[in-house]
């Protein structure tokens, strides 16, 4: 039963990401149609047309501070986390400020009636940044080259649900034209899955998805992605690249929609994570993230607190308790861990606003969002019913607790005060005395996979708006990449691949329900917090891109299309 | 040759090197206030569970960045623990780290470089050459290194700087042994029939004494500093013991916001390094002959 109290909590805490219960339920809807489905053009322009009275600056160069790591590469097809800035390239589909897939490079998107064959229609205008045109044949070779083991992509998994991808990419078969994508002539792609997926779109608009130049791949190899050889086809390209220093990026002069881009260039420095707020603060910067650290100084000052914009992040921050080994091998001892976690305090003390609390793997606002009373109470923050879970274990009462480390990788926004504040938390309610390990993320990466952590504290920031991204991409029990957690359950396991191929959305979305209720009824992982950040745009930035609530949205995780609205107003 | 003194005809007035020594580092007074700090420190250490007005795992979340005030007198981290509890159980682990960490440096260092010095030859070289592999490493890399086969953890790190520190002292002992042994009284030792070992420990050994004091002196201070780099990398020592190197990395992100959470643990690293060093340039005066009145 919900409460009032509760009822007024869950709707602030979705109104205050800005998402109305209405948006959310009609972006259900939106998504799938039952039958054949299709999607044409009808990209929202909500494109930077300067405001009336604002004067543009004649230089129009925007300089963004979020770059803290040197890019890999610009080699997205290759390594879809290389870490560059991802509008260099331009795919089928992509995602509006609303987190909604819409047609791109292609201009029409139909499937057949069990959405099992999707057929994407090109755009005419469609141009590499050399001038040629992009066509389908581009995105077919892309996919395979991406798929092929001898390029050994390391996310390749992504785009499994191609006809014969997985056989393709694990070398169980060599035929290149048996992965399910071909180009029926220059300007229609089509994709023959593995069987009815209805997200595809969803997931073509991810990252994954993206193309490469093949001319240029065979030319030069590793280094077709050096600012000198680069082609590209996205509303950007690199114009130049001092490694460890900065790249700069240049308005596309063939992409098909240039004319409602502002900006002219977009310089990026690379800028250690110490340095913090200071390149910002120093003029040095137009745009930079937030650190916990800082948000009070810069919300306490009058000037500056208009610069900064609270958004959703879409992300969880979550515990997984790891089944095979002592003593989260007992489901009592995971239910007591459960129970011990004060969300809300974490939330709004620890994280210091950077967490809103989560009963649930998928943020408010996207797709299989479940936050209702059942869920609530699942794993309800209550130390007495903590304390009693231990009944019948070793554990009883809190005593003969083994050695317990709590593994995480560095990382920042103040993941490490949460984790500690969870080892407070278990030491006051279950008297669990733990160890926190910081783990270098590589190293961290190696044991996660291996299954070779304890306790572990991380997050899974979204990939792209769909519920197979949450719970078939993280938990599902017979992955064989990538796998974060022991705990598999064939219940689970079955629901979700039954999900997979629903066509029907409201059938769906309830499938996905029940596999949560699964998950968290078996602790298979204990959601903390959803992800929420900030960031600073110096006054003279403009038309920054809003969702439909009104409501700022950087780049982020899924959103990548910022630089396309912003201009820069005299100063 | 001042140690030669003591054992000749009686020098006057009667000091003995250990007095006279005593008595200048007593007049030293920045020696006295290193030593006075240091003796505070190491009793807020071991000492702590009664001193420290709250414990270093209390969390209290209502009270999360607090400014220093009645309550928290050097203020709270993000957690609402307060600050001074873990300033004062952080004491505890640099005073460990310092000393545990200084014997076990000593314990392999001078064994390996009397053995070294005394008996010369191939057993000499071999040991020096190793020493001269191990100096070629860059120390605290060295040290990481360790630690990340190791992992984190106390007795991680006193192993870690016990098996790379060690090098300095074998090279210093053995340059005294070398010295000592060509001279008259050890000569006498053997001359009367005393076997190798016994001129060792109880004829040279106690001679060399006085530099491997000096360098134990500022090889705590070193030790302790190492464990709060590491700690400030995050290799050091596991949340939620309270270390200071591991405050000051945390909070150096607060510093435009929260200055109080990384300014007061680095000012206790200071006023430790320093207290150390102060007591050793002390030790130095007092112990160096040429500077005897």
Redesign the interface.
């Given at each position: 039963m919900l409460d009032h109290a509760q009822q007024r909590l869950l709707e602030t805490r979705l109104a205050s990401i800005g998402v109305g219960r209405r948006d959310f339920l009609r972006l259900l809807a939106g998504m799938t149609t039952a039958g054949s489905m299709f999607l044409t053009t009808a990209v929202p322009t909500v494109h930077a047309a300067p405001a009336p009275g604002d004067k543009l600056a004649k230089v129009q160069v925007f300089r963004r501070g979020d770059f803290n790591d040197e890019p890999a590469s610009f080699d997205i097809n290759k390594d879809l986390y290389c870490g560059c800035e991802f509008t260099v390239f331009a795919g089928l589909m992509r995602f509006t400020p609303d987190f909604v897939a819409v047609p791109w490079m292609a201009e029409h998107v139909e499937s057949n009636a069990d959405g099992s064959v999707w057929t994407f229609r090109l755009r005419k205008e469609a141009k590499w940044s050399n001038g040629e045109a992009l066509t389908a044949h581009d995105f077919a070779w892309s996919w395979k080259r991406q798929l092929d083991p001898a390029t050994a992509a390391p996310y390749s998994a992504f785009l499994y649900d191609l006809k014969n991808a997985e056989a393709f990419n694990k070398g169980q078969i060599t035929a290149r034209d048996a992965v399910g994508v071909k180009a029926l002539d220059d300007r229609t792609l089509q994709a023959t899955l593995e069987g009815p997926r209805s997200y595809f779109p969803v997931l073509v608009a991810y990252y994954a998805a993206l193309p490469a130049h093949r001319p240029s791949v065979e030319k030069y190899g590793d280094k077709w992605t050096e600012a000198t050889n680069i082609v590209s086809n996205g509303p950007w390209v690199l114009e130049g690249w001092g490694h460890n220093q900065q790249f700069t990026l240049k308005k596309n002069p063939h992409y098909f929609d240039r004319d409602h881009i502002t900006l002219e260039r977009v310089v990026v420095p690379i800028l250690p994570r110490a340095a913090g707020l200071l390149p910002y603060e120093n003029n040095e910067v137009d745009y930079a993230l937030v650190p916990p650290g800082d948000l009070r100084r810069l919300q306490a000052d009058a000037n500056v607190s208009q610069q900064v914009s609270r958004y959703f992040y879409p992300g969880t921050f979550y515990l997984v308790p790891q089944v095979v080994a002592p003593p989260f091998d007992h489901l009592k001892v995971r239910r007591a861990v459960s129970h011990a976690i004060d969300r809300r305090i974490i939330a709004e003390r620890v994280s210091q606003g950077f967490g809103i609390p989560a009963h649930g793997m998928i943020p408010p606002g996207l797709p299989g969002h479940f936050d209702d009373e059942a869920l609530q109470q699942l794993q309800r923050f209550d130390p007495k019913l903590a304390l009693e879970s231990l009944k019948g274990t070793p554990y009883e009462g809190g005593k003969h607790w083994p050695k317990i480390a709590i593994s995480m990788r560095d990382e920042p926004y103040a993941a490490k005060p949460m984790a500690e504040a969870l080892q407070a938390m278990l030491q006051d309610v279950l008297h669990m005395p733990t160890e926190l390990e910081v783990l270098e993320p590589r190293v961290f990466r190696e044991r996660l996979w291996k299954q070779d952590l304890q306790l572990i504290w991380i997050r899974w920031f979204m990939d792209y708006p769909d519920p197979h991204n949450e719970y078939f991409d993280t938990f599902y029990g017979k992955r064989t990449t990538g796998k974060r957690q022991a705990w598999s359950n064939e219940v689970f396991d079955d629901l979700i691949t039954k999900a997979r191929g629903e066509l029907d959305p409201q059938t769906r979305m309830a499938l996905y329900r029940q596999a949560e209720e699964v998950l968290q009824a078996h602790v298979g992982y204990v959601p903390v917090v959803w992800t929420v950040r900030y960031v600073a745009f110096k006054p003279w930035v403009k038309g920054l891109p809003r969702n439909k609530a009104g409501h700022i949205v950087p780049d982020g995780n899924i959103y990548r299309g910022m630089l396309e609205h912003i201009y820069i107003v005299e100063h | 040759m001042a140690l030669m003194l003591r054992r000749g005809k009686k020098p006057s007035p009667e000091v003995s090197l250990w007095q006279d020594a005593w008595r200048r580092l007593r007049r030293n007074r920045l020696a006295v206030l290193g030593g006075l700090v240091i003796i505070a420190l190491g009793l807020a250490a071991a000492f702590a569970d009664a001193i420290a007005p709250y414990h270093y795992?209390k969390?209290n979340?209502?009270h999360?960045?607090e400014f220093p005030n009645r309550d928290f007198p050097l203020g709270t981290d993000?957690?609402?623990r307060d600050m001074l509890s873990r300033l004062i159980y952080g004491a505890r682990v640099s005073m460990l780290v310092g000393f545990v960490a200084q014997l076990m440096v000593v314990s392999i260092g001078v064994p390996i470089g009397a053995l070294a010095g005394y008996y010369g030859g191939t057993v000499d070289l071999l040991i020096m050459r190793g020493v001269d592999v191990m100096y070629a490493f860059p120390r605290l890399l060295f040290v990481i290194l360790i630690m990340a086969m190791l992992?984190?953890g106390l007795l991680n790190i006193f192993i870690a700087i016990g098996l790379t520190g060690w090098v300095n002292i074998a090279r210093l002992t053995r340059a005294q042994i070398l010295a000592l042994k060509a001279q008259e009284f050890s000569e006498g030792a053997r001359a009367v029939g005393a076997s190798g070992p016994r001129v060792l420990c109880r004829h040279l050994l106690p001679n060399a004494l006085s530099p491997i004091i000096v360098a134990v002196t500022f090889g705590i201070p070193e030790a302790i500093f190492t464990e709060a780099a590491l700690s400030f990398i995050?290799v050091g020592i596991?949340?939620?013991t309270a270390s200071w190197g591991q405050m000051v990395g945390?909070?150096?992100?607060?510093?435009?916001?929260?200055w109080y959470l990384c300014v007061f643990p680095s000012a206790a690293i200071a006023v430790t390094m320093l207290s150390f060093t102060f007591v050793g340039d002390g030790v130095r005066d007092a112990l160096d002959p040429k500077l005897r009145d």
């Open positions: - | 795992t969390a979340f209502l999360a960045y993000p957690l609402g992992g984190a995050g596991n949340p939620p945390e909070y150096q992100q607060y510093i435009l916001s929260y």
